[in-house]
């Protein structure tokens, strides 16, 4: 069965920092996608990032990048100038790609990261 | 906003009732996912329906069930609720069975007292 594992439950990061948040997965697809998703106070999930596996490139979306490590099965999150509201829960998912028969997330239980001003 | 939508977002009830939750996706979305996030469990997958048809389960109590009518949208009911039952669920929507992005919706908060 996959599995997900973020290591830290909490992190903290000062305001115009960088930070990074850990991730690993264990899996015996070649087949499967990583995404990063933030649950601020709202609840709201709100999905951040998404990496494909068969991609080498590590993916970015403008402050946040991931650095990908598929032998290593690590996954993680690199969050640039830390602004405020970056402040959240941060969730890591795993989903098996196309021809699997379940679609569904399999997440970490979280990475709680507070931004200081 | 994903486009998906929850309702209602806050429940209270009492143990040993029945509360239906309900979900309508994305516009074009025939998938739809429910998940159950709870401080003790996470975030856990509870079944997900794809144009109608139940496509996957996952740890769902038998005293839950769900389903898509046929507008696509979905309810999930829950019965003979405990006081662990207590949890935010969420549902999410993607475009196809197997496709990977899901959107969330912004989750039922339900309290079981």
């Known amino acids: 069965a996959q599995t997900v594992t973020q290591s830290q439950p909490e992190m903290s990061v000062q305001e115009a920092e960088t930070v990074t948040l850990s991730c690993t997965y264990d899996t015996s697809e070649s087949d499967y996608y990583l995404f990063w998703y933030k649950q601020p106070p709202s609840r709201q999930m709100i999905l951040v990032i998404r990496?494909?596996?068969?991609?080498?490139q590590n993916a970015t979306e403008n402050r946040f990048s991931v650095n990908f490590q598929k032998a290593a099965k690590s996954f993680s999150l690199k969050i640039s100038d830390s602004q405020l509201g970056d402040a959240a829960m941060y969730f890591c998912a795993y989903i098996r790609g196309y021809g699997g028969s379940q679609g569904n997330l399999i997440f970490g239980k979280g990475t709680k990261l507070s931004v200081k001003p | 906003d994903s486009g998906v939508t929850q309702t209602p977002k806050h429940l209270i009830t009492a143990t040993g009732q029945r509360v239906t939750l309900r979900c309508s996706p994305r516009s074009g979305d025939l998938s739809v996912y429910w998940y159950q996030q709870s401080l003790d469990q996470g975030l856990q997958f509870l079944i997900q329906?794809?144009?109608?048809?139940?496509?996957a389960k996952g740890n769902i109590l038998e005293r839950f069930s769900a389903q898509q009518f046929p507008d696509l949208h979905s309810e999930l009911n829950l019965s003979s609720l405990e006081l662990g039952d207590s949890a935010l669920y969420f549902c999410?929507?993607?475009?196809?069975?197997?496709?990977?992005?899901?959107?969330f919706g912004p989750g039922t908060r339900l309290t079981v007292l």
């Open positions: 999410a929507s993607s475009a196809g069975a197997n496709y990977n992005e899901q959107f």
């Open positions: 990496q494909e596996a068969y991609k080498q």
């Open positions: 329906y794809y144009n109608g048809e139940e496509r």
